[in-house]
Nanobody, 126 residues
Framework: QVQLVESGGGLVQAGGSLRLSCTAS????????MGWFRQAQGKEREFVAR??????DYADSVKGRFTISRDNAKNTLYLQMNSLKPEDTAVYYC?????????????????????WGQGTQVTVSS
């Protein structure tokens, strides 16, 4: 049974940093796309960042502030979040895709992901 488990969320002041982790069990995703999405209260889930075979993609709203990375030995995906803003407040989800997307941009769409974690809350106070 495949599971993705996020951790590292919490309450932080604006300008602060957090590092989210997502540990996979049940299979490895070394060559697959993995991503982070977030969902603020009352809003739809949105793309944050994606990593696949060393290639990254970021939403414009987080570019330059967030960094996605992975440790294949630990089967863990990370999201380093710096210069946090109140508008970054949301539940953050990691996801893994078993599908191949030509050009990679389709990984911004959540329908391309097969597995999801349960989410971790990030709250940024002003």
């Amino acid at each position: 049974q495949v599971q993705l488990v996020e951790s590292g969320g919490g309450l932080v002041q604006a300008g602060g940093s957090l590092r989210l982790s997502c540990t996979a069990s049940g299979r490895t995703f070394n060559g697959d796309a993995m991503g982070w999405f977030r969902q603020a209260q009352g809003k739809e889930r949105e793309f944050v960042a994606r990593l696949r075979r060393g290639s990254t993609d970021y939403a414009d709203s987080v570019k330059g502030r967030f960094t996605i990375s992975r440790d294949n030995a630990k089967n863990t995906l990370y999201l380093q979040m710096n210069s946090l803003k109140p508008e970054d407040t949301a539940v953050y989800y990691c996801a893994a895709s078993l599908q191949y997307c030509l050009g990679d941009l389709c990984y911004r769409d959540l329908k391309w992901y097969n597995y999801w974690g349960q989410g971790t809350q990030v709250t940024v106070s002003s």
